[in-house]
Nanobody
């Protein structure tokens, strides 16, 4: 079982930047595909970004492409989400997720088997 702990959320004005971190423990991090998802009030959980075990493959939702960057540091067992040019519609609880390293980084939350508790990101206009 993997334990995931997110941090870095907060309140930001539109146009600002935040960096989320997710620290993993319990399994060898370098063998995990990692993803970020978000869920706004009254909406379903949606894919944001994902990264392969070696960071050679990254995937992004169209809504964040060019503004958000996912990265990982396997020496620190941590995955990051750098969020720039934030918009009010980015307001949501952001979740870190992991799965084993078979296949490509997926965009469906059902492909991931471990989740963090979430961190709130609020963007004011």
């Amino acid at each position: 079982q993997v334990q995931l702990v997110e941090s870095g959320g907060g309140l930001m004005q539109a146009g600002g930047s935040l960096r989320l971190s997710c620290a993993a423990s319990g399994r060898t991090f370098r063998y995990l595909i990692m993803g970020w998802f978000r869920q706004a009030p009254g909406k379903e959980r949606e894919f944001v970004a994902a990264i392969s075990t070696t960071a050679s493959i990254t995937r992004y939702a169209d809504s964040v492409k060019g503004r958000f960057t996912i990265s990982r540091d396997n020496a620190k067992n941590t995955v990051y989400l750098q969020m720039n040019s934030l918009k009010p519609e980015d307001t949501a609880v952001y979740y870190c997720a992991s799965r084993g390293d078979l296949g490509l980084p997926g965009v469906s939350p059902y492909e991931y088997d471990s989740w963090g508790q979430g961190t709130q990101v609020t963007v004011s206009s």
